[in-house]
């Protein structure tokens, strides 16, 4: 079993930044395959940015160029951090694990004020 639990979003204007925090535990062997995916209303859930299984980092497209994704292998913790925030980069960010079937976490609100 594997827990992942979010921290840091929040209200911000466009243009600002924002940092999401997941904290992994229990079975944790590796923290490669671990990522964020984000869900606007009305949407489906997107893959955001993650490690892929050999480490490598994988961002959308929407993303590339502002946001960051890196990781504290010692504390089992992966950060996004998100600069030059835009609108539609408003949505529920959910921590993941192992992909689509893997573990969520419980989702932070991340909203952006035009």
């Known amino acids: 079993q594997v827990w992942l639990v979010e921290s840091g979003g929040g209200l911000v204007q466009a243009g600002g930044s924002l940092r999401l925090s997941c904290a992994a535990s229990?079975?944790?062997?590796?923290?490669?395959?671990m990522g964020w995916y984000r869900q606007a209303p009305g949407k489906q859930r997107e893959l955001v940015a993650a490690?892929?299984?050999?480490?490598?980092?994988n961002y959308a497209s929407s993303v590339k160029g502002r946001f960051t994704l890196s990781r504290d292998n010692a504390k089992n913790t992966v950060y996004l951090q998100m600069n030059s925030l835009k609108p539609e980069d408003t949505a529920v960010y959910y921590c993941?694990?192992?992909?689509?079937?893997?573990?969520w976490g419980q989702g932070t609100q991340v909203t952006v004020s035009s």
């Open positions: 490690f892929t299984f050999d480490g490598a980092t």
């Open positions: 993941n694990k192992d992909g689509w079937g893997g573990y």
């Open positions: 229990g079975s944790i062997f590796s923290i490669n395959g």
